[in-house]
């Protein structure tokens, strides 16, 4: 493949936008950030005239795949009565009342744009409501890029982030005040024990415990049985607040989110990607005793842009859509034929290239390890390799996401997984 154009593009932007591109993220992108000018279904093409298969989705936000029509003519309609009013509108009251339907905490909710600042709206929340100041996440886990929760999401090794007894919080990036350590707490995934011991040795101090239901940002690692459960009988007995971070999981592991799927409530959650088929807008939805804070303006919640009338219509949309066509079938039943060609074909080759996560969001990864409970066990993963295998890919029109996430959405059929595979299997053979 060729990439003339997006090399001449990227070079230009470097001279407009601080690194060339909008998003850190985009700046791994194989061979260099790519600029693309259309989307469609499952495929995706750039300025140079490649179309890849697209297993990115956006970092997760197209569910219902590229440019869905019904989506569009919904934000076309609605933008047309206009924008945003600096004030109520009724499909933002009828979107609430749908997530209070389906999402089992959610007898309030709160719009904003990103997963960042509904993350933010849970913490300040739950510190309300506590009286305390301090929670605890886990390593590996992603809950936005803001000061206070940029902590141990990324690690050169694991002795940078201490023993497993007494994880060491590790910033992600300078230019966070060093107030913001004194606010976080870290374990490790999958271990309760070690839970319990941030919460017991701090019982007084420690507002709210936050987690992904399934670990999306560092090997689309499951809970392990009993775990959740664990965390919410923790979380009662210590007087904790349990907020799901459900940006990724939220209505693509089912309408009901995670907790839905895995029967365990949180007393908030936050949701976002999945939700609006790529339009920008999340939500904070919980406990009526905890949004009350909210509701009140004691626990401050604003923004101009909020719940303005496309993205509004881009979630209705995009629920109505999900729930109508019983799309989450179709995923789990395609991510597990993806996830079954990925291992057969790699075993065939001699690869150890390991697969993990529940279907509709699935993570692969080079390593010897047999189990990968946390995110120490995730850093085995052979990034050098991965790279590799990203780049054959590509070269064969699969487009990945360099860290080892596939997303499946409702437009990607069995020829597209069979295609994958196909691929797969090729770049397998020549590594």
């Known amino acids: 493949m060729k990439h003339h154009r997006s090399a001449e593009y990227y070079h230009r932007a470097r001279e407009a936008l ?30 140079d005239g490649n179309t890849y298969l697209d297993f990115t ?39 609430a009342e749908t997530i209070g339907r389906l999402v089992p ?8 744009l990103s997963g960042s600042e509904a993350v933010h709206a849970a913490l300040r929340a739950a510190r309300v409501h506590t009286g305390r100041t301090r929670f605890l996440k886990f390593e590996g886990h992603y809950h936005g890029w803001f000061d206070n929760v940029a ?12 023993s497993r007894v007494q994880p ?46 399934v670990m999306c940002n560092s090997g689309c690692i499951m809970p392990s049985d009993g775990f959740l459960e664990g965390l919410r009988s923790l979380c009662d007995f210590y007087g904790a607040v349990l907020i799901f971070d459900e940006v990724i999981t939220g209505f693509r592991l089912g309408m009901s989110g995670a907790q839905g799927f895995f ?13 609006a088929n790529g339009f920008p807008i999340s939500a904070l939805a919980g406990k009526a005793e905890l949004m009350n804070h909210i509701a009140r303006g004691t626990a401050l919640h604003a923004g101009t842009m909020n719940a303005g009338n496309p993205t509004v219509a881009a979630a209705v949309a ?29 075993a065939e080759a001699g690869h150890p290239l390991r697969v993990e996560g529940p279907g509709p969001m699935i993570h692969t990864g080079f390593t010897d390890v047999e189990q990968i409970k946390d995110y120490r066990d995730a850093l085995s993963y052979d990034g050098a390799k991965f790279a590799r295998f990203v780049a054959g ?31 797969a299997a090729k770049v397998l053979a020549a590594i």
Request: a negative charge.
């Open 393 to 423: 890919m590509h070269r064969r029109g699969i487009r990945l996401i360099g860290r080892g996430l596939w997303y499946l959405s409702a437009v990607h059929t069995e020829a597209d997984i069979e295609e994958a595979v196909t691929a």
């Open 105 to 112: 905490c959610a007898d309030l909710v709160r719009f904003s």
């Open 263 to 275: 029967g365990v409530v949180p007393d908030l959650a936050t949701f976002g990607k999945a939700m």
């Open 151 to 162: 902590v141990s999401v990324s690690a050169p090794s694991a002795d940078a982030l201490g």
């Open 18 to 47: 601080a690194g060339g591109v909008s998003s850190q993220f985009r700046s791994f992108e194989y061979p260099h950030p790519l600029f693309y000018e259309s989307g469609r279904g499952s495929r995706i093409t750039d300025v």
């Open 168 to 213: 060491r919080p590790l910033p992600w990036t300078a230019g966070r005040p060093s107030s913001s350590d004194a606010e976080v707490v870290t374990a490790c995934w999958n271990d309760l024990e070690g839970v319990e011991r941030a919460l017991a040795s701090d019982p007084d101090g420690i507002a709210a415990v936050i987690t992904e239901p």
């Open 318 to 346: 995009t629920l109505k859509i999900l729930e109508r066509d019983r799309v989450h079938e179709r995923l789990f039943r395609l991510g597990s034929e993806l996830a079954e060609g990925l291992r057969r074909v790699s």
């Open 57 to 95: 989705l956006s970092q997760g936000p197209l569910i219902l795949g590229h440019s869905h029509p019904e989506v569009g003519d919904a934000v076309a309609q609605a933008t047309s009565s206009g924008q945003i009013f600096a004030g109520q509108h009724l499909a933002e009251l009828e979107l």
